[in-house]
């Protein structure tokens, strides 16, 4: 079958994006859509091929594709309509790439005196010539006899992807993905009405601040802190208009906070963290000011994140700096907490098992059945319980029909977006056959993407061993505390499940091997589960035989 979904899945992703943002794109953009939809197929599928690929210079010879049987014709057509190009001439450090170490080798051998190595040195010795760059572009095709292409509107192209999926992250591959059955993707609503972007000015701020964080990620990556001191001020001196642009804002500032922090620039990065409203940024500020001996100032940052924490995450960790902050500043300190968990001391003979299957296999005897689950099933029923929810059509949350989750999902702003979908949903829970539903949303939904349910390790077995031995109120509780915050809360659930005979007759079991500590995630689901009364325990598990 010759592969003609690459040129049909690019024309699904110009119609769509006409459909919904038809009145943002400008003339250049429209005559570019309408001049590729003129060509004939073979012409249209080079042009997507082209385009997919990472260029922007490409070999004629090299350009073989099944579905394209004349390659020159189609190059020809393509020249005609404006949308490929032909260099007068390039230097060699573009020239390098295309072109093997054998063919510089025999377009250059003659000029340069003596042989080289490796490719390095033969390009060395060729820029060392000091040539036009159609002279360099001229004696390696004439050895080659080979000729150079480019796309043009490229920079239209990723405009168009950029509407189509809401994001710089996804590709053309998320199509071939869904066409070849590997993804399957639930059919949520996407309506011109909840377009992401509301107008063309919205999408030149989104992309002007993706060009500001590909160059954070350069001066990182090149450890240019004066460039990077450089940017902070940039950020501090701009604020984004559009909500579409916000998250990427504080993302950034947070992100260029704790690289300035760790080279000592508290101040500057304290500046980013007061600008931005997205966890960790108050808990770093925090720590800064601590760092610098603002210390009375620090104390406030964190009392403001107690009265309102963002999530539990930060919480904790105010809880944590405040006592230290208290001393220096001679006031009373908050009671220190500690931890008392029910804890299960084994020593089991080492296996070639991991220590959770270790400890999975010698709980076996003791109750009905015991499975290693982790994260995998409390997150599955969460997703079953508020799989509608999750999809709900919410403007801004769904940009294509590639997503396994709405684009704030783990944002702060998921639940207020949604909180009377979500508080109508538990109250149905509170009363329904709970068991019954969520057995009911697993054959409805099964084999759709979503996030939050691994089919491949959820079986309806599974699900109905669990339900019926996990409380309603249980499961509610614990549901409640994942919709405050989805994006941290669904980490740190305990490893194994161990499941009695009846309702309620069951224990979640986090297994700790020699040297292993609790993270901070599981000691406030365990906390958590203490609270509320859900049998939880901690098993620490010693080789006896060491």
Not at 301 to 318: G, K, R, V
Not at 386 to 411: C, K, L, R, T
Not at 417 to 443: F, I, M, N, P, Q
Request: charged letters at 20%.
């Amino acid at each position: 079958m010759v592969p003609l979904y690459y040129r049909d899945n690019f024309d699904a992703l110009c119609r769509a994006v006409v459909a919904r943002y038809g009145d943002l794109l400008n003339r250049a953009e429209h005559s570019l859509l309408e001049r590729w939809q003129g060509l004939q197929m073979p012409a249209q599928c080079l042009y997507v091929r082209l385009v997919s690929r990472v260029g922007p210079w490409f070999r004629e010879r090299k350009l073989v594709y099944p579905e394209i049987s004349d390659i020159p014709a189609a190059l020809a057509e393509l020249e005609m309509a404006g949308l490929v190009q032909r260099p007068q001439g390039l230097d060699v450090a573009a020239l390098a790439p295309l072109f093997t170490v054998a063919e510089w080798r025999s377009a250059f051998t003659g000029v340069l005196e003596g042989g080289f190595s490796n490719k390095g040195a033969w390009l060395a010795a060729a820029t060392a010539l000091d040539w036009s760059g159609e002279e360099y572009l001229h004696c390696l095709l004439a050895a080659t006899d080979d000729s150079l292409v480019a796309p043009l509107g490229v920079e239209v192209v990723s405009l168009l992807q950029l509407l189509f999926f809401g994001n710089r992250r996804q590709g053309m591959t998320d199509f071939v993905l869904s066409d070849l059955g590997i993804a399957c993707y639930y059919p949520y609503s996407l309506d011109r009405e909840q377009r992401l972007f509301s107008c063309r000015e919205a999408v030149t701020e989104y992309q002007l601040w993706g060009e500001l964080a590909d160059h954070y990620w350069f001066l990182r990556d090149a450890g240019d802190q004066e460039g990077l001191e450089a940017l902070a001020q940039q950020l501090l001196a701009a604020s984004p208009r559009f909500e579409t642009s916000v998250h990427r804002h504080w993302k950034l500032c947070n992100r260029l906070g704790r690289d300035l922090e760790r080279v000592g620039a508290l101040a500057l990065a304290a500046s980013l963290y007061s600008r931005s409203q997205l966890h960790p940024a108050r808990e770093r500020r925090a720590r800064v000011l601590e760092t610098g001996g603002d210390w009375k100032v620090a104390h406030a940052q964190c009392l403001d994140i107690l009265e309102q924490p963002w999530c539990e995450e930060e919480q904790e960790a105010a809880l944590r700096i405040l006592p230290r902050l208290c001393r220096r500043l001679a006031q009373p300190a908050p009671a220190s907490r500690r931890d008392h968990f029910e804890l299960l001391d084994l020593q089991l003979p080492r296996s070639g098992n991991s220590v959770e299957l270790a400890v999975a296999q010698h709980l076996a005897g003791t109750w009905a059945e015991v499975h290693y689950v982790e994260n995998t099933l409390l997150n599955s029923l969460f997703g079953l319980a508020f799989w509608e929810q999750i999809f709900a059509a919410v403007p801004g949350a769904f940009h294509n029909a590639f997503q396994s989750v709405p684009a704030d999902m783990y944002q702060q702003g998921f639940y207020h977006r949604r909180s009377h979908l979500l508080t109508a949903r538990l109250e149905l829970l509170a009363r329904t056959d709970l068991a019954g539903e969520l057995v009911s949303a697993y054959r409805r939904y099964q084999g759709y993407q979503c996030r939050w349910v691994n089919w491949h390790l959820l079986s309806e077995t599974l699900l109905a061993q669990a339900l019926a031995c996990l409380p309603r109120s249980h499961l509610l509780a614990i549901w409640e505390r994942m919709l405050f915050d989805p994006g941290e809360n669904r980490r740190g659930f305990p490893d194994l499940l161990a499941l009695g005979s009846k309702p309620g007759d069951y224990c979640l079991i986090e297994v700790k091997g020699p040297g292993d500590q609790l993270q901070h995630s599981q000691r406030r689901w365990l906390r958590f589960f203490a609270a509320q009364g859900i049998p939880a325990q901690v098993a620490r598990v010693s080789w006896c035989d060491d």
